[in-house]
């Protein structure tokens, strides 16, 4: 009788153990890993890139969800981390504001005033997400953050030189145009030139698994985001919570064809909560060798 007393003991410690165990990792999921930012970095190399461009350094974020899990305090650390890396793009690839939010002119003021204070070499760049279309402010967010909008448009690239590079955008999967339709402009700028065109051809987007959809695709880099990397991570399973938009590409890097495409990370949560994938934005050095 009391060896049965005694399993059923054992037995009440493990299920309150696994109880306390449990509520440690919600807690860490909700409380503290959202809140965390790392730098994942990158070495690209394109036998293309000359060398006033060797070693441009771009850093790409994505997905904030201002006005959830990324707030002003995040915000104004994000900033300090990206000047610190000093790089000479930066871009937004989508989801800067978080959908539920209430946006007032002192929010969209605080966004903007952060966002200027970003310091880059060259230039800033991005494109809407399927959040940011919900908000007729987001253009002049981005705008008097110094970010050039490349919704649907390309824009040229010098550095010390007469070759350059070409960045083009397209928005969100949400907008009517498919992908095709919103490159037109850029593809055909590309194929305009016979010869001394776009040394380094650069694309960023919001969902990645729009790029199976392109037709005629000239682009060397594809920049990202919307996965968030799957928001949950379960060792030697992976992410969890795939997205319309990101089913297929949600992992860092994938090789398609002639084109590296790269999937942020993101730096909010929609939900949040993240586990064991902590919030991240990257840092990719283009090089020739």
Known sequence: MAKVTKRKFSFFKFIIFLFV???IIIAYGYFIEPKLITVHEH????????????????????????????????????????NEQKPDIVVLTGNLIDPNIKL??????????????????????????????????????????????????YDTIYMNGYNFMVIAGANTKKDKLNINE??????????SFEKDGPIYKI???????????????????ILAGHSLGGQVKI?????????????????????INDSHLYVSNGLGSEYHFRLFNT??????RIVNK
């Open 43 to 82: 070495k690209i190399t394109n036998q293309n890139i000359t060398e006033n461009f060797n070693g441009l350094k771009i850093v790409h974020i994505s997905d904030l969800y201002y006005g959830k899990t990324f707030d002003e305090k995040s915000l104004k650390k994000l900033v300090t981390s990206i």
């Open 21 to 23: 165990f449990v509520c």
């Open 203 to 221: 694309l960023i987007l919001h969902e990645p698994d729009v790029i199976d959809e392109i037709t005629d695709n000239k682009f060397d880099l």
């Open 104 to 153: 007032s002119n002192d929010i969209s003021e605080k966004i903007s005033n952060y966002l200027k204070k970003i310091n880059t070499t060259i230039d800033k760049y991005t494109i809407s997400g399927d959040n940011d279309i919900k908000f007729d402010e987001w253009e002049n967010i981005i705008k008097n953050g110094g970010f050039k909008n490349l919704n649907n448009n």
């Open 279 to 284: 919030p991240s934005y990257n840092l990719y």
């Open 182 to 191: 919103k490159l037109n402009t850029t593809t055909n700028y590309i194929n």
């Open 235 to 255: 060792p030697s399973v992976g992410s969890i919570i795939n997205k319309e938009g990101s089913k297929k590409y949600h992992e860092s890097h994938y090789k």
